[in-house]
């Protein structure tokens, strides 16, 4: 079974500049989440979806971060203009569904923002 | 909202010997469930162990065990036989519903 699937695994970028990362979970997942891990913290939820519908973004920057699951499959998370504070790795998790008690790492996006 | 607590930011271990680690959490809910996550330098965020709040077995993986003590909002995993391999962070996390909360990790070393 081929696990969650993370692209890219590195980018740096300038501050004010855009980028967006790619997310694509395992294969009848419905529930998909993106984490925002700070060096030296825990992953801390930006948003969560279940099929193509946001589930909870309570905590995502709206300002200047924002994603998407059109299909109810693959997503992506965008982030303009970004910040020094974003430098972080961005993972993404999912699971079967929203009551699942269990989540599925990828490898995550390592953002450095210069 | 839950919240959980690790206090011990780094802990070692000798190699072939045991090691605790500690978590708290707060919740107000009653079905809930806990687990351990192991993030090695690669990033990738692996599942060690998982206990369900409405049973008071504590789990068992092969190495890894619980002491989930559901009054006083504990839960520490002890990792028996440590390995080279066991070194990394390692999370606690609670689930209530769609909701997962994470501990703020603790680095472990393990010496040779």
């Known amino acids: 079974e081929a696990g969650v699937a993370q692209s890219p695994r590195y980018k740096i970028i300038e501050k004010r500049q855009s980028v967006a990362f790619w997310c694509n979970p395992i294969s009848g997942h419905a529930t998909l989440y993106w984490y925002q891990q700070i060096l030296g913290q825990g992953p801390k939820l930006l948003i969560q979806f279940q099929n193509n519908g946001v589930v909870d973004d309570s905590q995502l920057p709206k300002d200047r971060f924002s994603a998407e699951r059109l299909k109810g499959v693959d997503s992506t998370l965008k982030i303009q203009p970004a910040k020094l504070e974003d430098s972080a790795v961005y993972l993404c998790?999912?699971?079967?569904?929203?009551?699942?008690?269990?989540?599925?790492f990828g490898p995550g996006t390592r953002l450095t923002v210069t | 909202a839950q919240t959980v607590t690790q206090s011990q930011p780094e802990m070692s271990v000798q190699e072939a010997e045991t090691v605790t680690l500690s978590c708290t959490y707060d919740t107000s809910e009653s079905d809930y469930y806990l687990f351990w996550y192991k993030q090695p330098p690669s990033r990738q965020m692996i599942l060690v162990i998982r206990q369900e709040a409405y049973k008071q077995q504590n789990a068992t993986e092969n190495r890894f065990s619980v002491n989930f003590q559901k009054a006083a909002k504990s839960f520490s995993l002890k990792i028996s036989d440590s390995q080279l391999g066991d070194a990394a962070m390692y999370f606690c996390?609670?689930?209530?519903?769609?909701?997962?909360?994470f501990g703020t990790g603790t680095s472990l070393t393990v010496i040779p």
């Open positions: 996390a609670s689930n209530t519903g769609n909701q997962f909360y």
């Open positions: 998790a999912s699971s079967l569904t929203s009551g699942s008690p269990q989540q599925y």
